[in-house]
């Protein structure tokens, strides 16, 4: 599904990169430690700019604070995007990330945008 996006991407005239944000945590111990998550897509057109999870599916909660976890580590206000294979219409969630359903993805150039 990644390479399946990338490459739409790239025929769109992104730039793609993978990114990578820091999180702190704090242990059960107390203890803050420094946890590298990375971002499938970051990609890049003038001066817009998106943040891109890609996930097959998303089970339980668990799998989807994992997924999400990246986006919300980012400390900017371009748009976050988390893209799942499903015919879902697009939502906004209460953290302001897009869900995108991945034929929405291919079918519509402009779905970014939504």
């Given at each position: 599904m990644?390479?399946?996006m990338y490459n739409e991407l790239i025929c769109r005239g992104y730039?793609?990169?993978?990114g990578v944000v820091d999180i702190f945590e704090t242990g059960p111990?107390?203890?803050r430690k420094r946890v590298s998550c990375?971002?499938?897509?970051?990609?890049?057109?003038?001066?817009k700019r998106y943040y891109i999870q890609s996930a097959l599916s998303l089970g339980n909660a668990q799998k989807e604070k994992a997924e999400l976890r990246p986006l919300l580590g980012v400390r900017d206000?371009?748009?976050?995007?988390?893209?799942?294979?499903?015919g879902m219409k697009p939502w906004m969630d209460e953290q302001g990330i897009l869900h995108?359903?991945?034929?929405?993805f291919l079918l519509d150039p402009a779905a970014?945008?939504?």
């Open positions: 990644e390479n399946i730039s793609v990169d993978v111990e107390g203890k990375e971002i499938d897509f970051v990609i890049n057109k003038g001066a206000f371009f748009r976050k995007i988390l893209v799942t294979k499903s995108l359903g991945l034929y929405e970014l945008d939504f």
